[in-house]
């Protein structure tokens, strides 16, 4: 399914690598793997349509016009803990990236999303930003973040995630319809404790090996 507000990108690799993923027998060094993997993917589709310049360069044998990058570095900003492992596998696509990180928990009462931590590169006005976590759930803590990397101003900003609710999507979109949504899957529902079903378990435990 793909609507103007988000896209599931459906490549075969990705599928393949997603359903791997969901096993709950796949090792911490394996999930990590696949993390990074299906991560360094989903960079290569979301950033295609960043904007060129094109500027004289000279190859061994002759001078030529050729395309760059415009403006500043790519920004990507992970959503503490399991964002982490996403920004690992789009370093390996765009390793010249600027980091930042927003540290959110969930309630447990509320399912609300909690900021402890925040911390961006400067001068984000002409930066195009990709806002990452493997899960979109309630959509509480994705919606914080963007409300926090909204105050920088950027170029640009988009939300990239391995697996969505559909009631994740659904509040995430009406809190910030302008923001588009990448993911692989979008999966069934929310269980009663806003866990995503099948979905693949806690993806910060998976990661780091903790309970």
Do not use: W
Request: proline share 7%; charged share 25%; glycine share 8%.
């Amino acid at each position: 399914m793909t609507t103007p507000q988000t896209t599931v990108i459906d490549h075969p690799l990705l599928q393949h690598k997603l359903t791997l993923l969901r096993q709950k027998e796949r090792s911490t060094n394996s999930f990590r793997t696949l993390v990074a993997e299906i991560s360094m993917l989903l960079a290569y589709e979301v950033t295609r349509e960043l904007p060129l310049i094109y500027e004289e360069i000279e190859t061994p044998l002759a001078k030529m016009r050729a395309p760059l990058l415009e403006g500043k570095k790519v920004v990507f900003v992970n959503i503490l803990r399991a964002g982490g492992g996403m920004v690992d596998g789009m370093l390996r696509i765009v390793p010249s990236a600027r980091i930042g990180h927003i540290g959110l928990y969930r309630d447990p009462a509320t399912l609300g999303a909690v900021e402890y931590y925040v911390k961006l590169p400067g001068e984000m006005t002409d930066r195009d930003v990709i806002l990452v976590d493997p899960m979109l759930a309630t959509g509480n803590s994705a919606i914080a973040a963007v409300d926090r990397v909204k105050t920088a101003e950027p170029r640009s900003l988009k939300f990239v995630c391995i697996i969505a609710a559909p009631e994740g999507l659904q509040n995430f979109h009406e809190a910030h319809p302008d923001v588009p949504v990448y993911t692989v899957a979008i999966d069934e529902r929310l269980d009663e404790h806003g866990y995503i079903l099948p979905g693949l378990g806690d993806a910060g435990d998976r990661l780091f090996g903790t309970k």
